[in-house]
């Protein structure tokens, strides 16, 4: 078993992060940690004879210490010390950075987690908000939730949680999405009737899923989905999920590629406690929220501050304002709304910097919520 710096009841540690996070909210000792067997490690120790003035082979104490020097270096059930040059590279590559995300074993956002943090390990939530506490409260270092897809549109319950919740976006990563109709072995396409998704998934295969007639039924996530398949051993039913959740549940695939468009692209989003330094040795984005003032033209004066300084927009979304969705004036009742933005620029550049300081003139509300590397990669 790895040494976790947060203890957590083994069902926690293996099983995932269920929605009931009151156990723990306590700060880790340490960011790293070793991935070593201590109890093996003291049993190893303990079985070493004690050192004494020479042993049976009448070798003295210094080659002895050598010895055990040498034995204790080499043994892999022993941490080795952190050097500056692993720390760099578990940076990078996301080594031991636990990362949480929605959904059960097999799930895209699994991928996703995988594709942003290479050696992570990687931690299943119930929901999303779950993930986004397990961040808060240390019981994970990073989450890795979706926000948008080139289909179905906007994940509008996750910019939700992003202005509920303190955490800052850190990175982006976009993922292919090549869905699968999966069932159990021995059911035909034929012999289906229904048809279990997440809404996204499902949204995003509605030809394929009108072209065969089947009743949509809305479940968690995809590999969800695709375990109460195998696990009900039902046989008038299919999951739409990934060829990866058919291989770790067992099911056999009956149709692939059956989103609407190949470019099928979920775009996911990197959460931590702390924001990143923003660079301009690479292509950065930065998120904002604002709120505006009721009255004509307010929206079109705000995107000007970006306009005015040929910075280009990646992304527009309006969500009604929570706590005061209606606004009463003359009479009349207007909906109030917040604005996301993704812009492409670097808060470390003058030119971001200006056009938000426009920004703050006139808006009623503003808040960065990352600045961020932007994802590249070719799918
Ligand atoms: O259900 C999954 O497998 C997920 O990871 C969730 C999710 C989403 O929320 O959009 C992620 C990617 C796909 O777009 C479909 C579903």
Not at 316 to 334: C, D, F, T, V
Request: aromatic share 8%; proline share 4%.
């Amino acid at each position: 078993m790895a040494v976790h710096a947060v203890r957590l009841p083994a069902t926690q540690i293996h099983g995932g992060i269920s929605a009931n996070l009151s156990q723990s909210n306590r700060k880790p000792n340490a960011v790293f940690r070793f991935n070593c067997d201590y109890s093996k490690r003291c049993r190893y120790v303990a079985a070493l004879p004690s050192l004494r003035e020479d042993d049976e082979h009448g070798r003295d104490n210094s080659v002895r210490s050598m010895e055990l020097k040498k034995i204790l270096e080499d043994s892999p059930l022993l941490p080795k010390p952190l050097s500056s040059s692993q720390l760099a590279e578990s940076e990078s590559n996301g080594s031991r950075v636990r990362v949480a995300y929605q959904g059960v074993r097999g799930a895209y956002s699994e991928s996703a987690a995988q594709k942003a943090y290479p050696k992570c390990e990687a931690v299943p939530c119930e929901e999303f908000d779950t993930a986004f506490e397990a961040v808060e409260r240390w019981l994970v270092d990073r989450a890795v939730l979706p926000i948008e897809n080139s289909l179905g549109g906007s994940i509008h319950r996750n910019y939700d949680l992003l202005l509920r919740h303190n955490l800052h976006i850190v990175g982006e990563v976009k993922l292919a999405v090549r869905h699968c109709l999966l069932a159990n072995y021995g059911v035909n396409i034929e012999d289906l009737r229904r048809v279990l998704s997440h809404p996204q998934a499902l949204a995003q295969c509605e030809n394929t899923l009108t072209k065969l007639g089947l009743v949509r039924e809305a479940v968690d996530d995809t590999a969800g989905a695709a375990k109460q398949i195998a696990f009900e051993k039902v046989n008038d039913a299919a999951a739409v999920a990934s060829a990866e959740a058919a291989k770790i549940y067992g099911l056999n695939i009956v149709a692939e590629d059956i989103q609407d468009d190949c470019d099928n692209v979920t775009r996911f989003l990197m959460l931590a406690r702390e924001p990143i330094i923003p660079g301009t040795n690479k292509l950065f984005k930065t998120s904002i929220v604002f709120s505006l003032e009721e009255g004509p033209g307010v929206l079109f004066k705000a995107l000007a501050v970006f306009a005015l300084r040929q910075i280009n927009l990646t992304k527009i979304e309006s969500r009604p304002l929570r706590k005061h969705p209606l606004r009463a004036s003359g009479g009349l009742k207007y909906f109030d709304y917040l604005f996301y933005v993704d812009f492409e620029a670097s808060m470390a550049d003058e030119v971001a910097q200006n056009a938000l300081r426009h920004l703050e003139e006139f808006a009623t509300f503003l808040r960065v919520l990352g600045s961020y590397p932007v994802d590249t990669t070719m799918l």
